[in-house]
């Protein structure tokens, strides 16, 4: 009997605990109570800063997790999360990434579309000025040249030389050579045929007098004497290769007048053919072709005996 009722009060004992976690606390002890309170108060603050830290995580990673271990979603969140931000910052115009060259793929197309920039079109702009005003400058440059020229053969006073402009065109001289070696059989052709002068032209191009002019004879009708077809005229000084500067037209001449003689030049004198007259077309095709030839096999000065 003794034993039944102490089992019978284990029981209630034990309900009793079960059911009130405050009395089953209380009873155990005002030490113990305390210190259950005190374990679940910092259990709360723990569980209250995690919490916390979870909320910030979550408000700057909108698509990720709060958790610190990475998932297999997480990544592909992430990934996604910095796309949008990307997209949500301000693109730079499309001609400055077009003229530039920088950014990315997106960038760089929208550029491309949209044609080069402000500092592009100026550059474009302002290169197309140059040419005109260094135009401009060559012009300039000639004009004064000639006039000095013109001036300074008509102050010779052997008049070796005379000038006539072809459609009063400061840049087309027809130049009229009154002698040469009187001691030549030019000279005596000239005297037998009546001829006063060897007619010649020359054209003067837009970089004169850094090129030289291109010179060919018109009249009379001439052989050898370095006067090939079309009254072109086998002179290295006329080539670019051996044209200076400070060459002028009357020393030009002179020079002409001296390889004349040396190649043993004549006036025409045959049926039919004394009275053909020169091509400047065929004269240009002749110089060029000679000029090929001496920068090929070099220029050959003729020697005393020939003339």
Same mark, same amino acid.
């Given at each position: 009997?003794?034993?039944?009722?102490?089992?019978?009060? #284990?029981?209630? #004992?034990?309900?009793?605990?079960?059911?009130?976690p405050k009395h089953?606390?209380?009873? &155990?002890?005002?030490?113990?109570?305390?210190?259950?309170?005190?374990?679940?108060?910092?259990?709360?603050?723990?569980?209250?800063?995690?919490?916390?830290?979870?909320? @910030?995580?979550?408000?700057?990673?909108?698509?990720?997790?709060?958790?610190?271990? /990475?998932?297999?979603?997480?990544?592909?969140?992430?990934?996604?999360?910095?796309?949008?931000?990307?997209?949500?910052?301000? @693109?730079? =115009?499309?001609?400055?990434?077009? $003229? $530039?060259g920088a950014g990315?793929? &997106?960038? &760089?197309?929208?550029? $491309?579309? =949209?044609?080069?920039?402000? $500092?592009?079109?100026?550059?474009?702009?302002?290169?197309? +000025?140059?040419?005109?005003?260094?135009?401009?400058?060559?012009?300039?440059?000639?004009?004064?040249? #000639?006039?000095?020229?013109?001036?300074?053969?008509?102050?010779?006073?052997?008049?070796?030389?005379? %000038?006539? +402009? %072809?459609?009063?065109? +400061?840049?087309?001289?027809?130049?009229?050579?009154?002698? %040469?070696?009187?001691?030549?059989?030019?000279?005596?052709? !000239?005297?037998?045929?009546?001829?006063?002068?060897i007619l010649l032209?020359?054209?003067?191009?837009?970089?004169?007098?850094?090129?030289?002019?291109?010179?060919?004879?018109?009249?009379? &009708?001439?052989?050898?004497?370095?006067? #090939?077809?079309?009254?072109?005229?086998? !002179?290295?000084? +006329?080539? /670019?290769?051996?044209?200076?500067?400070?060459?002028?037209?009357?020393?030009?001449?002179?020079?002409?007048?001296?390889?004349?003689?040396?190649?043993?030049?004549?006036?025409?004198?045959?049926?039919?053919?004394?009275?053909?007259?020169?091509?400047?077309?065929?004269?240009?095709?002749?110089?060029?072709?000679?000029?090929?030839?001496?920068?090929?096999?070099?220029?050959?000065?003729?020697?005393?005996?020939?003339?």
């Amino acid at each position: 009997m003794a034993t039944l009722l102490r089992k019978i009060g #284990l029981i209630r #004992l034990h309900n009793r605990d079960t059911e009130d976690p405050k009395h089953h606390h209380n009873h &155990r002890g005002g030490g113990g109570g305390q210190q259950s309170v005190s374990l679940r108060g910092k259990g709360g603050g723990k569980s209250g800063g995690h919490k916390q830290q979870q909320q @910030q995580q979550q408000q700057q990673h909108p698509g990720g997790a709060g958790d610190a271990s /990475p998932g297999p979603g997480k990544g592909k969140s992430k990934r996604a999360a910095e796309l949008a931000a990307r997209d949500k910052q301000p @693109q730079p =115009a499309a001609g400055a990434a077009g $003229a $530039a060259g920088a950014g990315g793929p &997106r960038e &760089r197309a929208a550029g $491309a579309r =949209a044609g080069p920039g402000p $500092a592009v079109a100026a550059a474009a702009a302002g290169g197309s +000025l140059v040419p005109a005003a260094r135009q401009q400058h060559c012009t300039q440059v000639r004009s004064r040249r #000639l006039m000095k020229e013109l001036q300074d053969i008509a102050r010779l006073s052997d008049r070796f030389i005379s %000038v006539e +402009l %072809v459609n009063e065109s +400061l840049f087309d001289w027809n130049v009229k050579l009154h002698q %040469v070696d009187k001691d030549s059989v030019l000279w005596q052709d !000239m005297k037998e045929t009546n001829t006063e002068f060897i007619l010649l032209n020359l054209t003067f191009p837009d970089n004169f007098p850094f090129s030289p002019p291109f010179m060919r004879v018109l009249s009379p &009708r001439l052989e050898n004497g370095y006067v #090939l077809d079309g009254g072109a005229i086998c !002179m290295e000084l +006329l080539t /670019p290769r051996g044209w200076s500067s400070a060459y002028t037209v009357e020393a030009v001449m002179r020079q002409f007048a001296a390889s004349l003689v040396k190649g043993q030049g004549r006036i025409c004198r045959k049926a039919g053919k004394s009275k053909k007259s020169f091509s400047r077309k065929e004269a240009e095709a002749t110089f060029k072709s000679l000029v090929k030839t001496h920068e090929k096999y070099g220029w050959v000065t003729p020697p005393v005996s020939d003339g």
